[in-house]
């Protein structure tokens, strides 16, 4: 089947088959080998992407039905050289050991962040709840989530190096909470 | 694992989507939100000859008012459900319920509708369905037809759906100023419940006027404990009261008929105390 899908802000037109998985696309069709596979069973969350801003698991969706969206993998964070604010918040609180949840972590994180602009300790468990690290490495995952909010917030920093992530989340919560 | 092969199909309209599932036969399979289905697919617990792709019919998103009721589109995701005002306002047991529901990837996929239609007993919106009287409307060769979510789950992972027929939408009546919980014991984060109790009240002057529960994952679907709440009726919503009616909660086995008690006597506690 033809697909056409926007990763990480260039479409790409391809021939699937209807059974191969995104992650698998991602990985072995576009080299977006930064998208990793944890598990292969829904559980871990190493494989999290963003399907229209908001996140998935890459490995619980068939690439044709990214078909006609925009994907966001952690190689399309980065801007002009400059890592995202969470990628840079978890670079300095030691945020990760082996390294191997970490892209998944980080989507995750930047998804939870577009609806928790300031999130306390449980709030960040319960948002990373569908990603795994089997280094246990969760306190500074906390710290770093939590410290990536501080660099996020609005005036913070100088006004050149702020980031926003608007890029990524496109969120439009339905009506109101 | 890589799933069997299977042809795949993308409806445009509910009429194109039941042609394609009369026309591919029996072995053909909706996906929804995929979210229970490409796992089974991947461990090869199914091999679909086809599957057809509902994702593209927005028409089937979204929650409507419809007088006295919600109009809940299948295809509505688990994250605009937890968002929802209506929801909130009308049917907080679903909201609150749907909070629980594996993990913010899993809930940004995955569908109220695809949900009830997968039916695994463990779900956490078999009950809350079951409690709510909702009401399951499915469009099928032959037209339109709605079935009360007390015929629709009729055994493990299966429902009265037919081969052919598609879930649109489910009518949940309002329950508007009611209050709720939803009680959950599992072993881990993201695990199904052992046993879970979806309640949810309304007090009047003083005294429950109404009560609703729904008990998960204690036999082959969904079980309202119709005992607890004809023993909450009428009553002043006390501990004692509680903890008697929650006594009333069966499964027909032990260690479930402890669970469930307990359980029930929690979910009803928080949802009266609003």
């Not at chain 1, 969706?61 to 801007?79: C, F, K, P, S, Y």
């Not at chain 2, 881990?188 to 309640?199: D, E, G, L, R, Y």
Request: glycine share 10%; charged share 20%; proline share 4%.
């Amino acid at each position: 089947m033809h697909i056409s899908v926007n990763v990480d802000g260039v479409t790409y037109a391809d021939e699937v088959e209807p059974r191969l998985l995104l992650v698998h696309y991602l990985r072995e069709r576009l080299g977006k080998t930064g998208t990793v596979v944890g598990c292969d069973t829904g559980n871990c969350g190493a494989c999290t992407v963003h399907l229209d801003g908001h996140s998935v698991k890459s490995c619980q969706m068939l690439a044709v039905q990214a078909n006609g969206h925009d994907v966001t993998t952690i190689e399309g964070l980065a801007r002009d050289g400059k890592l995202h604010p969470v990628q840079e918040a978890f670079h300095s609180n030691h945020a990760l050991q082996c390294g191997f949840c970490t892209p998944g972590m980080i989507m995750q994180a930047i998804d939870l962040l577009a609806d928790e602009s300031d999130p306390d300790d449980e709030t960040v468990r319960k948002g990373l709840e569908g990603n795994l690290c089997r280094c246990t490495g969760y306190q500074n995952i906390v710290r770093a989530v939590q410290d990536a909010a501080q660099r996020m917030k609005p005036g913070a920093g100088p006004v050149q190096e702020q980031h926003s992530d608007e890029h990524v989340t496109s969120k439009q919560p339905v009506g109101g909470e | 694992m890589i799933p069997a092969e299977f042809k795949y199909l993308f409806p445009s309209s509910v009429d194109e989507a039941v042609r394609m599932l009369a026309e591919e036969g029996e072995d053909a399979k909706v996906i929804a939100g995929g979210q229970s289905l490409v796992p089974v697919l991947r461990m090869r617990l199914a091999a679909p000859t086809a599957l057809i792709d509902i994702g593209g019919l927005t028409e089937l998103t979204g929650v409507r008012d419809d007088g006295d009721s919600l109009l809940i589109g299948a295809m509505t995701t688990h994250y605009e459900v937890q968002r929802d005002h209506l929801v909130h306002d009308h049917a907080l047991l679903l909201k609150l319920v749907t909070d629980t529901i594996a993990d913010p990837q899993i809930r940004h996929r995955g569908t109220f509708g695809g949900s009830l239609c997968h039916a695994d007993p463990a779900g956490d919106l078999l009950a809350p369905a079951l409690a709510l009287d909702a009401v399951m409307i499915i469009a099928g060769p032959g037209g339109r037809r709605e079935v009360p979510a007390s015929e629709f789950f009729v055994d493990y992972f299966t429902t009265a759906l037919a081969p052919d027929e598609i879930l649109l939408d489910v009518r949940v009546p309002k329950h508007t100023g009611w209050s709720a919980h939803y009680e959950k014991l599992n072993r881990v984060a993201q695990a199904w419940s052992i046993v879970a109790v979806a309640a949810a009240v309304q007090v009047r002057d003083g005294a429950i006027s109404a009560a609703r529960v729904g008990l998960t994952n204690v036999g082959s679907g969904p079980v309202r404990a119709v005992d607890v709440e004809a023993a909450l009726v009428g009553q002043e919503p006390s501990a004692s009261v509680i903890s008697e009616a929650a006594l009333r909660a069966s499964t027909g086995d032990g260690y479930k008929d402890n669970l469930a008690r307990v359980l029930t006597g929690r979910a009803l506690t928080a949802a009266v105390a609003g």
